[in-house]
Structure formats: structure tokens, C-alpha cells
């Protein structure tokens, strides 16, 4: 008899064909987010759960399908939506898919950053509505990255890419802040300093470290204070580093010069928000890790993690 495992998303074949090799699949086979009690249906007597970062997975998910659940496999390397205790608890092991997703995060990261310091969001509004006058001097003037000092808070793999990706752009300096001080290398492409110092100095500022109980609402009116007034704000990680509150006053009253979110919180963030309505803000679909390639590794990775758990292997990549 094979495990069974309930996957809650429509997903890339990649993984769901690894899957059916050696499991017993049902699927939410759809492009929605899965109803709440459709989940609590779905993970009834399964061995496995294949999640996405949509799905909050917690105690009632976990007790609802029962002794035989034996591993949780998100399809994402954040799994703040994962109640790792609850988890750890009934001994279940997470696994998760970091590394697959680091160049199209990184790369997002990028596009996003530009898009914002060069204010192409206004520039493409500005040619579909017709405000485009004329070549003008002084219009549309952004921020660009050479002699720049950006600062990267949370140098873990994004992170370092990002920080790596940087370096061609003639940045003069890349500050970074973290939960500790990496080992310092050569290889490092920044410089360890505290947080103070980091939102002092930088020009832009990228929050690129995982959401837990440290880093919910980090960025807030004091931090917004701290940085410079022409500084750029740039979100790929979660909604949940932001009060979206204090970051529409800074904006607002001019306490930074523009902010590019590619999450918030909630997702979607409702159109009647207020940040949708600053032009020196950019907000993105949470679309970090959307490539083709990336996303069918992840599917793949998550299916690889759950199989390996089902089986008594060592989990490719489970979170500590
Ligand atoms: C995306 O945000 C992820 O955690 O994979
Ligand atoms: C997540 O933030 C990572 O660094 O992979």
C-alpha cells in the first residue's frame, strides 16, 4: 500500500509525477487558494501534506489528519505559515526548498529595486495616460546604484545573492545586519554592521531575512526615521518585516524617498489600500520565485522531501 499524501495546490508536474511514483496523490487541482475546510477535509488520514506558503498550517491541521501524518513538505523556503512547534511536538519533520529559488528571488529583488529607484512604474503610467509631455531635464529623475551604499538585512542565501548582484552596478558599499556575523571570507560582498548603522548610512535598504517573532514589524516609524530621506525601502520576504502603516506616513510625509513591496500582508493586498495610492511605491505580487524553472525545482524539491520522509531516507532539506 502506498503513503498518501494530499497536495494543496495545483502545482508543477515535476513534482506531482514524483509523487505519484511512490505515493497515493490527491490534490486540490486547482490555481485558487484552498478553502480553509477543504484543507481540514484533505489531510484527513494522510501520511503526507504537500503545502504552499498560503496554507497556514497549525495545530487543528495537523491533529485533523491524524497519526498516520508522518511529514509536512512546503513548497517554499519560508515557512512562517508552518507552526514548527505544533510540528516538533508530534515529531513531524518540515522539509522546505531553499537554493532552487535564490537567482529568480535574487534577480526579482533586483528588478524591483530598479524599478523602483528609477521610476519606471510612473514612467510606463505617464506614456499609457498621456502625461508624457516631453523630454524634459529634470523629469523623472531617479536614484541610481553607482556610489550607492545599499544595506542588506539578512545576509542568508537571497541575501548574498542579491548583495552578489549588486556589486556589478558599482555600489560603493554593501552594508549587511543579521542574526550574527558570517564567518568573514574574502568571497563576502559586505560588511557586517550593527542595525543602526546600517539604516543610517544606506541609501537603499533590502529586507531579505526570514519572518519569525525577531522580525515581525522591524521596519516601523522608528526604523523609517533612522534611514535617510532619499532612501529606498525594498520587501522580498515577507509582508510581515512591515508595519504598512508606519511605511505609508514615511512615505507620505517624505521621512524615505519610495518603497517597492513584492509581499504584504495580507496577501492580495486589498485595492483600496492606501499604498496603492503613492506613486513612489511600487507593491508586486509576491512573485520572488516565479520563473518556470525555479518554480518546477521547488515542486520538485517539496515532492523529493516528502517521498524521502515516507520512505525512512534522510529529508534533502528540512528545516531545522
Ligand atoms: C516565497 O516567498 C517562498 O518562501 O518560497
Ligand atoms: C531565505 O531567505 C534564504 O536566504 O534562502
Known amino acids: 500500500l502506498k503513503p498518501k499524501v494530499f497536495v ?28 480553509r475546510h477543504e484543507i481540514l477535509n484533505g489531510v484527513k488520514g494522510v501520511d ?16 485533523t489528519a491524524g497519526e498516520n501524518l508522518r511529514v509536512v513538505g512546503t513548497m517554499s523556503v519560508g515557512y512562517d505559515h508552518v507552526d514548527l512547534s505544533a510540528c516538533r511536538k508530534r515529531g513531524i519533520p518540515v522539509g522546505y526548498t531553499p537554493d532552487v529559488l535564490t537567482s529568480a528571488t535574487a534577480e526579482l529583488t533586483m528588478a524591483l529595486l530598479l524599478t523602483v529607484s528609477r521610476r519606471i512604474q510612473e514612467g510606463v503610467t505617464a506614456v499609457k495616460d498621456g502625461s508624457w509631455g516631453t523630454w524634459a531635464p529634470l523629469w523623472l529623475c531617479g536614484q541610481g546604484l553607482e556610489g550607492a551604499t545599499v544595506g542588506v538585512v539578512g545576509l542568508g542565501r537571497i541575501g548574498f545573492a542579491v548583495a552578489q548582484r549588486l556589486k556589478p552596478f ?34 537603499f535598504v533590502i529586507g531579505c531575512c526570514a519572518l519569525n517573532s525577531k522580525t515581525t514589524g522591524l521596519f516601523n ?15 522580498t520576504s515577507r509582508g510581515g518585516l512591515v508595519n504598512q502603516d508606519d511605511l505609508y506616513t514615511a512615505l507620505k510625509n517624505g521621512d524615505i524617498l519610495a518603497a517597492g513591496l513584492d509581499v504584504t500582508s495580507p496577501e492580495p493586498l486589498p485595492t483600496s489600500h492606501p499604498l496603492l495610492t503613492l506613486e ?41
Open 170 to 203: 558599482g555600489v560603493s558599499k554593501i552594508l549587511y545586519t543579521g542574526q550574527s556575523e558570517k564567518a568573514s571570507s574574502a568571497q563576502l560582498p559586505a560588511e557586517y554592521v550593527t542595525f543602526d548603522k546600517l539604516l543610517n548610512d544606506s541609501d
Open 48 to 63: 503526507g501534506l504537500f503545502c504552499l506558503l498560503t496554507d497556514k498550517i497549525d495545530e487543528e491541521v495537523l491533529s
Open 8 to 35: 494543496t495546490r495545483r502545482v508543477p508536474e515535476d513534482g506531482i509525477n514524483l509523487l505519484r511514483q511512490k505515493c497515493e496523490v490527491t490534490q486540490w487541482d486547482r490555481d485558487e487558494a484552498i478553502p
Open 280 to 320: 513612489n511605491c511600487v507593491v508586486l505580487p509576491h512573485i520572488g520565485s516565479a520563473t518556470l524553472k525555479a518554480r518546477n525545482a521547488m515542486s520538485e524539491l517539496c515532492a523529493r522531501n516528502i517521498v524521502a520522509a515516507l520512505y525512512g531516507e534522510p529529508i534533502p532539506c528540512q528545516v531545522k
Open 221 to 235: 516609524a522608528d526604523t523609517f526615521k533612522k534611514m535617510k530621506k532619499n532612501a529606498i525601502f525594498i520587501n
